[in-house]
């Protein structure tokens, strides 16, 4: 897995995490990182994210449709050559 893989993966638990905290352990234990390999990685994508940080600290509930389990799997759609007559 790259980096921006595992970015993509971050910023998905970004936007469903109920706290910081837990964001934190969910990460560090799926990577098997330390506290500082942990604060590295989400520390600029929690910046890029400002409605977050508000969520988290005002307690609200993530929005509708961001719920664990209910994103959209985007497919991408496979690419054929033009026929040329």
Avoid: C
């Avoid at 790259?2 to 910081?20: A, E, F, P, T, V």
């Avoid at 307690?59 to 209910?70: C, D, R």
């Amino acid at each position: 897995m790259n980096w921006m893989q595992i970015d993509k993966h971050i910023i998905g638990l970004i936007k469903i995490s109920n706290s910081r905290e837990a964001l934190y352990n969910e990460v560090k234990k799926m990577f098997s990182w330390t506290d500082s390999q942990t604060e590295a990685a989400i520390g600029p994508l929690i910046r890029k994210f400002p409605d977050v940080e508000e969520k988290w600290s005002t307690g609200t509930e993530p929005v509708k449709g961001m719920e664990k389990g209910t994103q959209k799997k985007v497919v991408k759609k496979r690419q054929t050559r033009s026929k040329k007559g």
